[in-house]
């Protein structure tokens, strides 16, 4: 079951001051800490909503192969409609999935797969009698919660959407960000990043040198997406030259052809995927969730117990 990840990061940061996504949170920033959980947690397709110093933020990011899509409305909307750009681009590309704000940056990937494994069309973690994030949407939902008036939010939207919200127990504070002090906190961030040690696949194809890998994929899918090689870089933080760069290169090296770009029409230009480029991402992408899978299970039984 294909899941993915929605963070909404477009807001102004107005009570705390400071652009909170770019925060240091130990030796990483509050938003690529938020990505680093759902990675851990084994979800590869991340999708991040900016708006506010949405430029400074996606070239902070630019490394760590997610998508960008903008608010550009953000000062005169909410929240939710942050969440709806989200839900309405992911609704014909996953079967659920897991919705956090950005400044949420302390659950761990144990609640997320806990969350994962209850089954649920929608659910939350609950620590200590309070309800967190990140909270799990099953694809059913989107119309409805699309569809909703707004009244209330994101949670005025989840209450009316006709199903339960299964409430999951969770013994990890950083869903409700429960730190009261810096000394607190300091003691959450420190349980966290020993939770962080996890095995990193990154796979990639090589000649004499590598020439195709896991961000590459990702923009020939959302060429595949977009039917344009310059919008498919904006959602990487990509110059429509570098597109172009990387997929000549790519084409040399495998010689055949990958993108076609049909010019002219009523539309405008079009760049699509030929189908030898498509049969390219989808063997990538079974091959790397393979090795991944196995990753995880010879790291559990060659270092169990080294880490807790």
């Not at 681009?89 to 940056?105: A, G």
């Not at 090296?253 to 230009?269: A, I, P, T």
């Amino acid at each position: 079951m294909e899941t993915a990840a929605l963070i909404v990061a477009a807001g102004m940061s107005s009570r705390m001051g400071s652009f909170k996504p770019m925060l240091n949170i130990g030796s990483i920033s509050v938003a690529q800490r938020v990505i680093a959980n759902f990675r851990q947690a084994g979800i590869n397709k991340i999708v991040m909503i900016t708006g506010f110093n949405a430029t400074m933020l996606e070239r902070h990011l630019a490394g760590n192969n997610i998508i960008f899509l903008r608010n550009e409305n953000y000062e005169r909307t909410q929240m939710f409609d942050s969440v709806k750009i989200g839900l309405n681009y992911l609704s014909d590309k996953c079967e659920r999935l897991l919705f956090t704000p950005v400044d949420v940056p302390l659950f761990t990937s144990q609640t997320v797969k806990k969350l994962l494994s209850s089954g649920a069309k929608l659910a939350c973690p609950v620590c200590n009698g309070l309800t967190g994030h990140p909270l799990l949407i099953s694809k059913e939902l989107f119309p409805t919660i699309l569809a909703d008036s707004g009244d209330g939010g994101l949670k005025g939207a989840v209450d009316r959407c006709g199903a339960e919200l299964v409430q999951i127990a969770v013994d990890d504070p950083g869903t409700v960000r429960d730190a009261d002090t810096p000394e607190d906190f300091s003691a959450l961030l420190e349980l966290h990043n020993s939770q962080l040690i996890r095995p990193e696949i990154s796979v990639a194809l090589s000649k004499e040198k590598p020439f195709f890998d896991s961000r590459i994929a990702t923009l020939l899918t959302l060429i595949d997406e977009t039917s344009s090689v310059r919008a498919a870089g904006q959602r990487m933080q990509l110059s429509y030259s570098s597109c172009w760069n990387i997929i000549r290169r790519l084409e040399e090296q495998l010689s055949y052809s990958l993108v076609e770009r049909n010019q002219g029409g009523s539309g405008g230009s079009r760049s699509l995927l030929t189908e030898k480029g498509k049969l390219l991402i989808e063997r990538y992408n079974s091959y790397t969730k393979l090795l991944s899978s196995y990753a995880e299970e010879l790291y559990e039984e060659q270092f169990k117990g080294l880490f807790d």
